[in-house]
Every structure is written in structure tokens, then in C-alpha cells.
């Protein structure tokens, strides 16, 4: 157990809907990653909150968007899904903002979304 | 452009079976260099981290190695519970600083 919680596990929902994933950061963690996992594209950077203000920005859609709140916890906004939106999505923390220490990230048991 | 590359992708041993996996790297200016375990449908169990060329780390039957331009996870007398996908990251100074670049994997069947 990382110490991350994510919620929900299991996500299934239908094209051109929104869902939002949730998740907490181990005790002490003040960064937030999430990641995408699709069969064919492995672990995609998406975004990156550190202390509750956006970091750095990866592969992210105009789509989807997040927040890290004032109690460090995070969320994920999928909107106007698509079938290729499909895939785990992960969140990760750690101590460090991304500089020289504390860059270990420990990730979370993810979402599995499915868009039928 | 930040690259990782992983092989073999997949990998099938003989219990007790030694052998290494390698991830190859291309970084500019490397911060970290990670190592993960990720079981089917789990999120990635962190193993090790790896600074700097020369540098050695080891966990029970792994060990990490890192050069300036790969590293190596080195697996001795492997069990069927090391069965698992092994994951390589870089962190590197430029760009998106703190975001992790992951290999595709190496996918380790080990039979008893």
C-alpha cells in the first residue's frame, strides 16, 4: 500500500459524458501527477499540482482539466468523453515540487474508465 | 526530446534463472532515474532511484545499476512471485521539471 488513495476504481460511462477522479496524497506529500495508462501508449504524463498550484502540463486535453485543493487532495475532469479516452488513470505524489530532492513518486491503485 | 527505451518488452525465465533488464535513455540533464514494479491492473510500486553514473542500489534479489546512458535491473535467482511488468523513469531538468518519462516496460514471466 503507496499510501495514495484514488476513487473511484472502476469508472463506466457513455461518449460526451463528464466524470470526475478523485485522489489523496500520502501524509506529507505536497505534489500531485496524474497519468494516463492505455495499452499502446504506456504512462502519459498528464498534469502536475504542487501545494495546491499547477506545475507543469503535459499530454493534457483541452478536455480535461484539474485542481489540487486546499487539503492537498486532487481531482481529475473528463468531459465530452470520447471511446479513446478509455484507460487507467493514475495519480502520484511526493514530498518534493520536481527540483533536486524528494522526487520519488508513489502512485495510487487507479481508475479504470471505460467509455462505451 | 526526453526518451526512454525498454527491452526486451517481454522476458520468460526459469525459476532461478539470472538475468537484466535494460532501459536505455536519452535526457537533458538527468535528475533521477527511476525504477518501478507494476503487477496487472495496479498502479506502479516504486523500487528504486538512481542519481548519478556509477551509482548501485539493491532489494532483495534486484539491483539497479545506472551509466550515463542506460541502466540495468539485474534479477538473481529469480521467483515466480517477480513475475511483473518493470518500469524505467527519467526526470530530467528541462521541460516539464518533476513529471516522469516512463519506458513501455519489460514484461518478466518467471516459471517454477
Known amino acids: 500500500d503507496s499510501g495514495v488513495t484514488q476513487t473511484p476504481k472502476h469508472l463506466i460511462t457513455a461518449t460526451g459524458q463528464r466524470v470526475t477522479l478523485r485522489c489523496s496524497p500520502r501524509?506529507?506529500?505536497?505534489?500531485v501527477y496524474w497519468y494516463q495508462q492505455s495499452l499502446d501508449q504506456g504512462l502519459q504524463f498528464l498534469i502536475h499540482?504542487?501545494?495546491?498550484?499547477?506545475?507543469a502540463k503535459g499530454n493534457i486535453l483541452e478536455r480535461f482539466s484539474a485542481q489540487q485543493f486546499p487539503d492537498l487532495h486532487s481531482e481529475l475532469n473528463l468531459s465530452s468523453l470520447e471511446l479513446g479516452d478509455s484507460a487507467l488513470y493514475f495519480c502520484?505524489?511526493?514530498?518534493?515540487?520536481?527540483?533536486?530532492?524528494?522526487?520519488?513518486?508513489?502512485f495510487g491503485p487507479g481508475t479504470r474508465l471505460t467509455v462505451l | 526530446e526526453d526518451q526512454v527505451t525498454q527491452s526486451p518488452e517481454a522476458l520468460r525465465l526459469q525459476e532461478g534463472e539470472s538475468s537484466s533488464l535494460n532501459c536505455s535513455y536519452t535526457?537533458?540533464?538527468?535528475?533521477?532515474l527511476f525504477w518501478y514494479r507494476q503487477d496487472p491492473g495496479k498502479g506502479p510500486e516504486f523500487l528504486f532511484t538512481?542519481?548519478?553514473a556509477g551509482e548501485e542500489k539493491e532489494k532483495e534479489r534486484l539491483k539497479a545499476t545506472l551509466t550515463k546512458k542506460e541502466s540495468f535491473l539485474h534479477i538473481t535467482a529469480p521467483k515466480p512471485e517477480d513475475s511483473a511488468t518493470y518500469l524505467c523513469?527519467?526526470?530530467?531538468?528541462?521541460?516539464?521539471?518533476?513529471?516522469?518519462?516512463f519506458g513501455k516496460g519489460t514484461k518478466l514471466s518467471v516459471k517454477p
Open positions: 538512481l542519481y548519478s
Open positions: 535526457v537533458s540533464g538527468l535528475r533521477g
Open positions: 523513469a527519467v526526470q530530467g531538468r528541462g521541460g516539464s521539471q518533476g513529471n516522469l518519462i
Open positions: 499540482y504542487y501545494n495546491g498550484e499547477e506545475r
Open positions: 502520484a505524489s511526493s514530498r518534493g515540487a520536481g527540483g533536486l530532492f524528494y522526487n520519488e513518486q508513489f
Open positions: 501524509s506529507g506529500d505536497l505534489s
